[in-house]
């Protein structure tokens, strides 16, 4: 007998444990701060530390993340 299980999860989870992952959607998710913030030096180094290749690596890894917009000033 196989059991089957669905909630909303996401996908580096289910890499983490080695189990199939189905994607029903993507949700994307933007961050309101203020201007002054966005230019304060810790929120720079937090950009560029997800920006750096050990990060990538890691998104790349565990699968299901899309960095590409992140950091983007709108």
């Known amino acids: 007998m196989r059991l089957i299980d669905t909630g909303p999860e996401a996908r580096?989870?289910?890499t983490e444990f080695g189990l199939d992952f189905v994607?029903?959607?993507w949700e994307s998710f933007d961050l309101t701060l203020y201007q002054g913030i966005f230019f304060r030096s810790l929120f720079r180094q937090l950009v560029e530390q997800r920006e750096s290749p050990g990060s990538q690596?890691?998104?790349i890894r565990l699968e299901g993340y899309d960095f590409s917009e992140t950091g983007k000033l709108i």
């Open 12 to 14: 580096s989870t289910a």
């Open 57 to 59: 690596e890691q998104a």
């Open 23 to 25: 994607a029903l959607g």
